[in-house]
């Protein structure tokens, strides 16, 4: 899928990819969607979300959490309050650390909950992008608060790629589980 350069692509592919996230979740059983997962004993993943993101409520929370940053950001910077897309103390050196306090502050959050509040989020975050034009999201620059980059980089970022992510990890469960129950 290209890279989305209009509003109406980036909802598209948001949509896209969060629908098709939801379809291979639905793959799994409902009695296996809060198992742990397993990704083999040969499974060489260096990114700290393999060893991180311990079953389907933590990426769905992961997902979450990096909706609110996008809304929060967005809503402040249009109110007016300068704020950085992540917060203090993190930036894009130290970000694996919100990350893991992100997993941290949702371990006692239910499966069920997490569905719903991604959800609703993914619907916020579609909400917030309608309410720009191609220019505001496309144009870098356009806004001081984004730095040398777009709003809708962000918001791909936020969405659509980040759901690609979820897809590709929740696809290596599914497989390596295959391999383990046959």
């Known amino acids: 899928m290209a890279r989305p ?11 896209e990819q969060f629908e098709k996230m939801w379809e291979i979740i639905d793959l799994i059983s409902d009695s296996k969607q809060e ?17 991180r993101d311990k079953n389907l409520r933590d990426v769905l929370i992961h997902l979450y959490e990096w909706h609110q940053l996008l809304l929060n950001w967005i809503k402040a910077n249009q109110s007016g309050k300068a704020n950085p897309f992540l917060p203090d103390p993190y930036n894009w050196k130290t ?11 949702h371990q006692k959050t239910q499966f069920s909950d997490s569905k719903k ?3 609703d ?3 916020d975050v579609v909400d917030i992008i309608e309410g720009f034009s191609d220019e505001e999201l496309f144009v870098k620059k356009y806004f001081s608060y984004t730095g040398s980059s777009s709003l809708g980089s962000y918001c791909i970022s936020a969405t659509s790629s980040h759901y690609e992510w979820a897809i590709k990890k929740i696809k290596t469960h599914i497989k390596t589980s295959k391999k383990t129950s046959d």
């Not at 350069?5 to 949509?15: G, P």
């Not at 990704?39 to 060489?44: A, K, L, V, Y």
Request: proline share 0%.
């Open 117 to 119: 509040m991604l959800l």
């Open 35 to 51: 198992t742990i997962f397993n990704f083999g004993d040969e499974f060489s993943g260096k990114e700290a979300h393999w060893k």
């Open 5 to 15: 350069a209009t509003k109406e692509a980036l909802i598209e592919a948001a949509n």
């Open 121 to 123: 989020s993914h619907k």
């Open 95 to 105: 970000y694996g650390e919100m990350n893991k306090e992100f997993w941290e502050k």
